[in-house]
């Protein structure tokens, strides 16, 4: 079964930082890889989609990489803003429909 | 653009009773997700439906079932509530083999 892991838990920075986040991945067979963000008590806004022929994307101060054969997709936020604090979320298809979560990374920005 | 609704945002339902969470979207998505959110545990999959009718068990279905009665509406029925069910509820929806979107969320709490 898939397993999605993300380190750091948490991570606060101050305001104007380039900072990444990490996730990993445990079986390589993915057919795309979805970073949301979640805000307190709030659904899950979707960040960026990335199959799983494509090796980034980028929207806004956003960029994501994937690298399947480790594993691994990293999420790089440009110039860090107090309104980027929230929990941002990793997640991987593998199988038909369903997506595998990771327990997520809790950001704080601080001004 | 998507919008994925549901029909509680906050839910308060004693032991024993039946409950009902509905969820709708107004794209034509062919697929619809139910997850429940726990701290620690991330996001885990109760049930999913890829058409009308149509449902294949998630990772946690114990103690759920669903309908799918019409593409837009997909209803999470806890037939006799528990304390152990109280958590975030969260819908989502997505076209066959891309992302997906998700609801604001209820929060059930089970007396």
């Known amino acids: 079964k898939q397993e999605v892991t993300q380190i750091p838990a948490a991570l606060s920075v101050p305001e104007g930082e380039n900072l990444v986040l990490n996730c990993s991945f445990t079986?390589?067979?993915?057919?795309?890889l979805q970073w949301f963000r979640q805000d307190p008590g709030k659904g899950l806004t979707s960040l960026l989609l990335?199959?799983?022929?494509?090796r980034e994307q980028t929207s806004g101060r956003l960029n994501a990489s994937l690298d399947k054969s480790s594993g691994r997709s990293t999420l790089y936020i440009a110039a860090s803003q107090p309104g980027d604090s929230a929990t941002y979320l990793c997640?991987?298809?593998?199988?038909?429909?369903?997506?595998?979560f990771g327990t997520g990374t809790r950001l704080t920005v601080i001004p | 653009d998507v919008k994925v609704t549901q029909s509680s945002r906050y839910l308060v339902k004693r032991t024993g009773e039946k409950v009902f969470l509905e969820c709708v979207q107004d794209m034509d998505h062919e697929n619809m997700f139910w997850y429940r959110q726990d701290p620690g545990l991330g996001l885990r999959l109760i049930y999913f439906?890829?058409?009308?009718?149509?449902?294949e068990k998630g990772d946690i279905p114990e103690g759920y079932s669903v309908s799918r009665e019409k593409k837009e509406r997909f209803s999470l029925i806890l037939e006799s509530a528990s304390t152990n069910q109280t958590s975030m509820y969260l819908c989502?929806?997505?076209?066959?083999?891309?992302?997906?979107?998700f609801g604001p969320g209820t929060r059930l709490t089970v007396l």
């Open positions: 997640a991987v298809r593998s199988g038909a429909n369903n997506l595998f």
């Open positions: 079986d390589s067979a993915i057919y795309n």
């Open positions: 990335i199959q799983s022929s494509q």
């Open positions: 439906s890829y058409d009308v009718k149509m449902k």
């Open positions: 989502a929806s997505s076209p066959l083999g891309r992302e997906q979107f």
